[in-house]
């Protein structure tokens, strides 16, 4: 240790001292600091007293002598009400005019429009996300595309406001019957071929084999059916030779094949997840990803 040493103050020890210049004095703290620590103290029984303090199974939590749940009579399930409330208040007056209007009214209303693709974002997340992927870019698997794009302007069962509604309440499920025993490998290659070029009806066997039945006799398929349109070069599962072939060979949702494509849109109004506002919130918001189509002008008066 250093030989400069100081003297001895006097003052008293606990008693801890080491090497005759470390020493544990009983000095009181600042005059700051006690202060502090009384005021800390104080402020603890109040917040005990005002708020929630001891937890117990039955009624939540308690203040001994003074009452549930707190004087204060603070909650955080009433603190989160009364914030839905002020939300609620907010959303009343646009909830209640979407009760009664179709998907296209609200579409045509810009106020309206905008709420609904807020609310619709979140309700997309929940509920499409999953298969259709973030705004709509669709995901994949090893059969291609395992749930449609729906940013693009390639719609099976129609891209209407509308006619998006129906497919979210009613769910989609079409069909195609599987080949394999009707068509023997070459013809199902030369179809193939044809189709993967967008050029269906370059192969006589088209026709033949009744293709167009499904798929229009120009192959561009129809929407009533959901049958696709096999001249724009869209696919809806695998677009390679070998990926159509399997499809022509095994079909879409044909109870008779174990192998087919499996292709299904979820019916939500059996499901009764969602409410018949939720959905057209929902087809608001989907057409909006900018791939839906104009309705059809109405007729011209005779």
């Not at 003074?66 to 409330?85: H, Y």
């Amino acid at each position: 240790m250093s030989e400069n040493r100081n003297a001895d103050s006097g003052e008293t020890t606990t008693g801890h001292v080491w090497d005759d210049d470390l020493a544990d004095y009983t000095n009181q703290p600042p005059r700051w600091w006690m202060i502090g620590l009384a005021v800390s103290a104080i402020w603890v029984v109040v917040y005990f007293v005002m708020y929630p303090s001891i937890p117990i199974a039955t009624s939540g939590t308690f203040t001994p002598g003074i009452g549930l749940p707190g004087s204060g009579q603070w909650t955080a399930i009433k603190e989160m009400e009364a914030d839905q409330k002020d939300v609620d208040d907010v959303r009343g007056k646009f909830e209640k005019k979407l009760k009664d209007m179709a998907p296209a009214a609200i579409l045509a209303d810009k106020e309206l429009s905008e709420y609904v693709s807020r609310s619709g974002k979140v309700l997309f997340s929940d509920n499409c996300a999953a298969c259709h992927g973030q705004n709509g870019i669709g995901t994949t698997d090893k059969q291609g595309l395992f749930a449609p794009i729906l940013n693009d302007d390639d719609w099976l069962f129609g891209g209407t406001v509308d006619q998006i509604y129906e497919s979210i309440a009613n769910g989609r499920q079409g069909m195609m019957m599987a080949h394999k025993s009707s068509l023997n490998d070459e013809e199902i290659k030369a179809l193939a071929g044809a189709v993967s070029q967008g050029n269906p009806t370059a192969t006589p066997l088209f026709t033949e084999k009744g293709c167009v039945g499904c798929h229009g006799a120009d192959g561009k398929g129809m929407q009533a059916m959901g049958s696709a349109n096999l001249a724009d070069k869209v696919w809806r599962f695998a677009g390679t030779p070998e990926g159509i072939k399997y499809t022509i060979a095994h079909g879409v949702n044909d109870p008779g094949d174990k192998e087919t494509r499996v292709a299904i849109m979820p019916n939500f109004t059996a499901a009764g997840k969602l409410s018949a506002v939720e959905m057209k919130k929902l087809a608001v918001y989907v057409f909006r990803f900018g791939g839906g189509k104009a309705a059809d002008p109405a007729p011209a008066a005779q």
